[in-house]
């Protein structure tokens, strides 16, 4: 039955999805304005520390002003889901000891995500990660949980890294080899260094965008300083079992009609390490022209015939092919996010399967210096002034103690850093009392004894 089908059945059975969410920012907006108009799914609940933030999301997002209540306690929230409201309330946990079958972690923050993520599978809860900061930093111990107590942990639908592996999985059951996946993206050279302060002349906003106030300047750098691509690359590969090459992202500008020219092996005539693995390419050219073609928000999929065979069908269905004719590409020009995310919401709930998650330790974001740094500054993690991410083998990482990028915020410098060096735990004081930092390290004592 499709979800559709499953969904509706669920209004006949009055039955809904019981769903909370916790971040009301732009992407749990954008959900809020499909959630209301979906049949079989019931907003429980919204967590945000600024309820009037949370009120204005959803008023912008559709919801009449009398549909809303507030409420601090788990009773409140079940008596308002009864009545058809949706309560917000600054107290996530309250929210997850309600009564619901999904959480949506939207908030952005690893140390939020993960333990919000930990204390809902522990309820009960299916988890939507939206955060996939948190799922690259602990992703594993994350899916292991979801496991314990057999429920659902999954990356977002709408976001690139779940639509990513949808299509992953395509090829796959398919019968094709995946020979290198991932996301269209601006990029410059130079971006590496932007920060909040110079985000938007790099993304060429207009004074009128500016002036609205709307756009998290901190949220949008990390995605100009290619860290939000390092992490979304993260969570691909381990997700989907590539491993990425040891030189990291590269931002290669390639158009839709160049994918399978030049994502392929340089064995093959192409530009990667070796088949199997993530890369980001750029919309437009190192001296700013546009790249013909290009993929800036989409996502992709190379991938080979497994022989002559089909190396021939490709040829008489029209793929756009290399010039060898083996390798092709499929690839969706866009991407929705929170407009999208309800595909999560109703594969978890209803077919208890995860819209991607983490399979195996593949890769990781280590952090490096965006200027040269000494003793006593204080790093302000992703899209800040003081670090970007890199994408890095996990076996690198782990056994070189690189700094994740989940653990840089606020963290301390103990000795001079030049720019663009990677930093490792031995540069940094951390708040080691933090839960996410407690269940990394489980996590890389574990990969270094047992690999």
């Not at 994350?142 to 592996?165: H, M, N």
């Not at 819209?355 to 992703?382: C, H, M, N, R, Y």
Request: with cysteine.
């Amino acid at each position: 039955m499709s979800l559709y089908s499953s969904l509706q059945q669920r209004v006949a059975e009055d039955r809904p999805i019981r769903i909370g969410l916790i971040g009301a920012g732009k992407f749990g907006t954008m959900f809020l304005a499909q959630a209301r108009l979906t049949p079989g799914m019931q907003l429980v609940g919204i967590a945000e520390l600024d309820l009037e933030k949370a009120r204005k999301s959803c008023m912008m997002a559709g919801w009449p002003q009398d549909a809303l209540i507030n409420g601090n306690s788990a009773s409140a929230i079940n008596d308002g889901a009864r009545s058809k409201k949706v309560t917000l309330t600054e107290d996530s946990s309250q929210l997850i000891d309600s009564d619901l079958d999904v959480i949506l972690e939207v908030t952005g923050i690893p140390e939020a995500g993960a333990l919000h993520a930990w204390k809902a599978l522990q309820s009960g809860k299916h988890v939507i990660m939206v955060t996939v900061e948190a799922d690259a930093l602990l992703g594993k111990a994350l899916a292991e949980q979801a496991e314990k107590y057999g429920l659902v942990y999954s990356l977002a639908y709408g976001d690139q890294p779940a639509l990513i592996c949808e299509q992953i999985d395509w090829a796959r059951t398919a019968g094709l080899e995946v020979v290198c996946a991932g996301k269209g993206t601006h990029y410059q050279p130079a971006f590496h260094y932007s920060t909040p302060d110079t985000v938007w002349k790099n993304f060429g906003f207009s004074e009128e965008r500016i002036a609205t106030g709307i756009d998290n300047a901190k949220m949008f750098n990390s995605f100009l300083d290619g860290t939000k691509s390092a992490v979304e690359m993260c969570a691909v590969a381990n997700a989907a079992n590539l491993i990425p090459q040891k030189r990291g992202l590269q931002f290669l500008p390639v158009g839709i009609n160049e994918l399978a020219d030049k994502l392929k092996p340089v064995s093959a005539g192409g530009t990667l390490e070796h088949s199997g693995t993530v890369e980001v390419i750029a919309g437009a050219n190192r001296d700013g022209t546009p790249v013909k073609g290009e993929l800036q928000h989409g996502v992709y999929v190379v991938f080979k015939a497994p022989g002559s065979y089909t190396k021939r069908c490709f040829s008489e269905y029209g793929l756009h092919t290399d010039s060898s004719g083996e390798y092709s590409a499929l690839y969706r020009p866009f991407h929705l996010i929170g407009i999208e995310l309800g595909i999560s919401v109703a594969s978890a709930a209803i077919r208890g399967e995860p819209t991607g998650s983490f399979k195996s330790l593949q890769a990781d974001v280590a952090s490096v210096a965006k200027k040269d740094l000494k003793p006593g500054d204080i790093l302000d993690g992703e899209g800040g002034y003081t670090v970007y991410g890199r994408l890095a083998q996990t076996k690198e990482s782990i056994n070189m103690d690189y700094l994740p990028m989940g653990l840089a915020s606020k963290a301390k410098i103990l000795r001079p850093i030049a720019r663009d060096s990677i930093l490792t735990y031995k540069d940094v004081e951390i708040d080691e009392t933090l839960f996410s930092f407690k269940l990394r390290r489980q996590i890389e004592e574990n990969f270094k004894n047992h690999g």
